[in-house]
Structures are given as C-alpha cells and as structure tokens.
C-alpha cells in the first residue's frame, strides 16, 4: 500500500474511552484523508488535512471526532466518548497532490467499542 | 445521495474469462475516475484511474472505460485469475477538489 503506515491494526474501546488512531503518510505526501468504512457499505469521506491545516472537515461528525496532521508526525484521527456506533474500519489515504492523482491507502484501522 | 453508484453487490466469473464491473455516477463535474481493489482486513489498492478526457485506459488485464454521455465506466478484467477475487470500488473527483467519492464495491470472486 506505498507506504501508508496506520496504528493500530485493530482497537477495542470501551463506550465513554477515546480512541486515537495515527496515520503515518508516505514520506513526501503532505496530503492526508481520513474515510470510515461502515459494515456493508462503502468507503465515506470523513475529513481531509494538509499539513497543520484542515481544509475539508464535512464528513465528520460534529461533535466528538477531530483531526490533526501537525508539522512533525504522523495525523491523528481522535474519537471521544465512543459509542458502538462509532465500529468501523478507518482508512487514512495520502497523496502527493490535490484532485487529479492518486491517493495511497493504509491498511485500517479496525476500531471496536464493546 | 449517492453520487457513484455500484449496483451489483456481487459478481462470480470462472477463470481465464472477463470480469465486467460497473460504475454509474451523476455528477457530470466529475473528472477523474479510479478503480481500488481491496482484500479483506487490507486498505484499498488502487488498480487503474481514467480521465475524462479519455474513453478508455489499459494496463496488462485491467482496462477502464468510460461512457460520459451515460455517466457510466466499467472495469475489464481479462483473464480473470482467482487472485483476482477481492472487493472492488470505484471512485471519482473533480479537478480542483479532494474529495474522493466512493462507490459501495462490488465483491467479485473468481472461480477456479
């Protein structure tokens, strides 16, 4: 998956925990997107970042889901108070540019509130 | 309002034949289009991408066409190989934007 690198692989939370979960894009992107992959549906656009910047948050819910891609390290996709809900695999995505390229998958993480 | 389209859920072809997957979309400022395949418990792959500008783009098995005037692309696979066997996505952008809009997948299974 050229290099996206995302952890956890898997997270179990309890209801009312945080999960945080990081996104390592490939070395020189410096765009980020996060997508959230319900059980039989398809992949839906949560948030996307540059570097210290969110440019496009309309896919994430208001309250309790935030991003941040910061000027050193990897972004961070942070879920308060999770709800059962919130299960899902989380894909995080970098490109090299806007629009008209690819974008580069991680392998998810697969997050589970019990 | 989904605004790419996968209608068939799932779709079994026999080996060395062609696999068809189809893409419908609706929003005709959409550009650029692109083919991920996905495994179970791995992050999408992408395949092959077409720009609008074209009908048809090819590489090894896989070619990618796209029909503007319907707003419909497909996916060729010839032959089809049992590694091929994996969830397929669609999904399309529009020049000067980011947003990658997904299609729900089509889970193709080549049988040997």
């Known amino acids: 998956n050229a290099g996206v690198m995302q952890n956890p692989r898997h997270l179990v939370r309890r209801r009312g925990q945080e999960a945080r979960l990081r996104c390592s894009p490939v070395k020189g992107h410096s765009h980020v997107y996060w997508y959230r992959q319900l059980p039989e549906e398809g992949l839906k656009f949560m948030v996307y970042l540059q570097k210290e910047n969110i440019i496009d948050e309309s896919g994430m819910p208001k309250e309790r889901f935030s991003a941040e891609f910061p000027k050193e390290g990897p972004s961070i996709l942070r879920i308060q108070q999770v709800v059962r809900g919130d299960s899902a695999a989380y894909f995080c995505?970098?490109?090299?540019?806007?629009?008209?390229?690819?974008?580069?998958f991680g392998q998810g993480t697969r997050l589970t509130v019990v | 309002d989904q605004q790419v389209k996968q209608n068939s859920p799932s779709l079994s072809v026999q080996e060395g034949r062609i696999s068809i997957l189809n893409c419908d979309y609706t929003n005709s400022m959409f550009d650029y289009f692109l083919w991920y395949k996905k495994y179970p418990a791995e992050g999408p792959t992408f395949l092959i991408s077409?720009?609008?500008?074209?009908d048809k783009n090819e590489d090894g098995r896989f070619t990618v066409f796209l029909n503007k005037s319907a707003k419909h692309l497909s996916l060729h696979i010839v032959p089809s190989q049992p590694g091929d066997s994996a969830v397929y996505f669609c999904?399309?952008?529009?020049?000067?934007?980011?947003?990658?809009?997904f299609g729900t997948g089509t889970r193709l299974k080549v049988l040997a």
């Open positions: 995505a970098s490109s090299p540019g806007t629009g008209m390229s690819e974008a580069f």
């Open positions: 077409i720009s609008s500008i074209k």
């Open positions: 999904a399309a952008v529009y020049s000067g934007t980011y947003k990658y809009i």
